[in-house]
């Protein structure tokens, strides 16, 4: 961390304040990749309204700017799965009624493909060369991946976790930071669903009985706590 940042912060969060370790902090960005947010990506050929996805992408870009700034580890990832699909189980690549399936040509290339325009993260949240870029063939972030080798090499206990859709990747990769003993905190305006209802439930979930999984804050609570002489960041 950088001089710009206290070593501690506290960040006001349901169903309590939590005090973080920034040295032991990652923010863990999960999924912001065209297939999702984009027309004609894999999001859309679901039948669902892309633009809901929109919202979150300013406090993102916020925070992640600020842990940018302080030196914070920042990691992304991307959902998809190699060319041939051989990590990609048939029960997945079936299952509902998508206008283009996993693999497909589409108008970004092939749908939910490594290497393809659409599996790639959005311009405005595109990672630096420095930082860590996750590629997971499932809806969690450490399913067959290398997430917890990366998080242990750095020391880290604390996940500013943020991304889409808050009931499917980003509640599953909660869950499964909780059971491996990380601190999650969501940026409740950082995550965001094609259902509202669905986000809604989805924070209630990780702070719900006394925060089963982890603890929910906003963007504007975490730039607050971490960069407290230049909170004033516009989100």
């Not at 290398?146 to 242990?152: G, K």
């Not at 950082?190 to 089963?212: N, T, V």
């Amino acid at each position: 961390m950088t001089n710009s940042s206290a070593t501690f912060g506290k960040v006001a969060a349901e169903p309590e304040p939590i005090e973080l370790d920034w040295t032991k902090t990652a923010l863990l960005i999960i999924d912001m990749q065209r297939d999702f947010m984009e027309p004609g990506g894999f999001g859309e050929t679901l039948g669902n309204d892309v633009s809901q996805l929109a919202r979150a992408v300013k406090p993102i870009a916020a925070v992640l700017n600020a842990a940018r700034d302080t030196g914070m580890l920042v990691v992304h990832t991307r959902e998809g799965h190699l060319p041939d699909l051989s990590d990609a189980p048939p029960a997945k690549v079936e299952r509902g009624a998508p206008s283009l399936r996993i693999g497909d040509p589409g108008p970004m290339g092939r749908i939910l493909i490594r290497g393809e325009a659409g599996h790639d993260i959005i311009p405005e949240l595109y990672p630096l060369d420095s930082e860590v870029v996750i590629d997971k063939p499932g809806k969690g972030a450490f399913y067959a991946t290398e997430l917890s080798d990366v998080l242990q090499k750095y020391g880290i206990e604390n996940l500013l976790v943020c991304g889409v859709t808050t009931e499917v990747c980003v509640n599953t990769t909660v869950r499964e930071a909780n059971d491996r003993g990380y601190r999650c905190v969501v940026l409740s305006d950082g995550c965001a669903s094609y259902f509202p209802e669905f986000h809604e439930m989805g924070l209630k979930m990780i702070k719900a009985q006394g925060g089963i999984f982890g603890w929910v804050t906003d963007s504007a609570a975490v730039l607050e706590a971490l960069l407290p002489e230049t909170s004033k960041i516009a989100v």
